[in-house]
């Protein structure tokens, strides 16, 4: 089954908090919290000539007597074998999820314990609005009936509900009025409910429970991404239009073969926490100059690992990437003007401690960049350039999770403008630059606040080119950010040009 929901969409989520009006084959947040009142017991359902032992169909009890239909994913594994493990993927009412025992197989959470002790707890992961979520229940020590006060994860992080004064999770709808506290005290609903949250509040809210982790992460990637693929190219475009054609270390005219490649290690923050990773980068390209003409190509295969949440959720997510570009010199070399287009196929995996399987993740990543540069007079054997321009890029993703695929498509947009320095030496030509990115993705799509602040960084690039032979000159550079960011790197780029 598929379910194709842009990030816009995705996080209103004011259907998925209130019962009734939810996506098909999905269940809703108050159905999962009613779920963790407790389950007495498993109805097998055989049709036919089924024996109880072969029925792919049934149905949940739980606590308050009220049922939930469930049966077999494949429609041929009989349930009763499926609950004879510890863990097992159930269709409820339609809806995939993850069914997990904490202890012993599946079937034993039916058997109401002795005297006063709690049904034994349990775990289920599935989707609200084509997001993982995985719900736990933690048992009470304060008697079978359901107390007013209760504690539940949300992908593996205690909540605190606290429910009218009398009431149980039996009694809880969308429209109960509920207090909902984290592990750390802070308050996320006070006796309101689910039901009253407005579109934006609801935003914020399915983010602290986690319903966001997966599009924070992607978002993290991809702002790493953004910085590294466009800046190694962008780079080469520098070094083959710069003003100082003219000495020894300059790019003369001509048909040029390059290779180039960036190691990064990244950290920062989204909406969901702080993250950390690292990232690689190795392209090709060929390129020719003609007078004030730049037209090139280039080829490779760019990649970030992630890990964020504490180190309980992992994304790995890269692929192959074409990136033709121009350069246009004006104004005797003086003032360069530049563009670049992207394309990346994507795969990858979102993982995390606290759900029973990978998500799975392809699609592809488009964009580009235009920018300026205008060249100061010299000052001595120095020359100075004061740069500007935009980026963009759009990645449109799917997940693949308990048997659903979902989007996770998203955009990000960037404005930058710094200065550029070139002072040649004895051996070569010492580079540098200071620019500063400011995000500007909420300008166009508002839904991007809740996944990170409209942040900037600022980074610093030092660099240092020399010509080996006639015609063949290697770049070193490293950069880096300086300054408080959520987007923070330290980057150690080489690349080699070859003139025929």
């Known amino acids: 089954m598929k379910t194709k929901t842009p990030l816009a969409a995705t996080i209103a989520l004011t259907g998925a908090l209130t019962q009734g009006a939810v996506a098909a084959e999905e269940l809703s947040l108050p159905t999962l919290i009613t779920l963790s009142q407790g389950i007495v017991a498993f109805d097998l ?44 993927t159930l269709l409820f009412e339609e809806a995939p999820g993850t069914l997990s025992a904490s202890s012993g197989d599946l ?8 005297g006063d002790a709690a049904p034994p707890p349990f775990t289920i992961s599935t989707l609200v609005e084509s997001r993982p979520l995985t719900l736990g229940q933690v048992a009470s020590t304060e008697g079978i009936a359901t107390p007013d006060s209760v504690t539940l994860t949300f992908n593996d992080e205690p909540f605190t509900l606290r ?35 407005s579109g934006s509040e609801a935003n914020a809210f399915a983010a602290r429970l986690g319903l966001l982790d997966v599009d924070m992460a992607l978002r993290a990637a991809q702002k790493q991404a953004m910085a590294q693929s466009v800046g190694v190219i962008g780079q080469q475009i520098d070094t083959a239009m710069h003003p100082h054609r003219e000495d020894h270390f300059g790019r003369q005219e001509g048909l040029y073969a390059w290779v180039a490649s960036e190691y990064r290690d990244m950290q920062g923050r989204t909406g969901n926490g702080d993250y950390e990773g690292e990232g690689s980068l190795a392209l090709f390209g ?5 007078d004030n003409l730049l037209a090139g190509v280039s080829l490779g295969y760019g990649q970030v690992s992630l890990d964020s949440r504490s180190g309980r959720m992992t994304t790995d997510l890269g ?47 488009w964009g580009g960049r235009a920018s300026g540069t205008y060249y100061l007079p010299a000052f001595g054997s120095a ?3 004061l740069t500007a321009g935009g980026l963009y890029l759009e990645d449109d993703l799917e997940g693949h999770y308990l048997g659903t695929t979902s989007d996770y498509g998203i955009e990000l947009g960037e404005l930058f403008a710094g200065a550029t320095l070139s002072v040649p030496f004895a051996t070569g030509r010492l580079q540098a630059s200071l620019i500063h990115h400011h995000d500007v993705t909420t300008d166009f799509d508002r839904t991007a606040e809740v996944l990170d602040a409209a942040d900037g960084r600022t980074e610093l690039a030092l660099g240092v080119s020399h010509e080996l032979a006639n015609g063949l000159d290697v770049t070193l550079q490293g950069r880096t950010v300086i300054g408080s960011s959520d987007t923070e790197f330290h980057a150690l780029q080489a690349s080699m040009a070859y003139r025929f």
Do not use: K
């Open 45 to 88: 359902a055989p049709e036919g000539d089924e024996s109880p032992l072969e029925a792919t169909r049934g149905s949940i009890m739980l606590l308050d007597g009220s049922t939930l239909a469930i049966r077999s994913p494949d429609g041929s594994t009989p349930l009763a074998e499926l609950l004879d493990d510890r863990q097992a």
């Open 163 to 197: 429910l009218p004064e009398g009431s149980t999770l039996a009694d809880f709808s969308g429209t109960t009025p509920i207090t909902l506290v984290d592990a750390d005290g802070r308050v996320l609903l006070d006796e309101r409910s689910l039901a009253s949250l």
């Open 107 to 114: 079937a034993g959470l039916a058997l109401m314990p002795p």
């Open 286 to 290: 060929v390129e020719t100059r003609r």
């Open 319 to 365: 692929g192959t990437l074409i990136a033709p570009y121009g350069a246009l010199s004006l104004a005797d070399g003086r003032l360069v003007l530049d563009a670049i287009l992207l394309y990346q196929s994507l795969d990858g995996t979102n993982q995390a401690s606290y759900r029973p399987e990978d998500l799975a993740l392809d699609g592809h990543r």
């Open 383 to 385: 020359l100075v350039g």
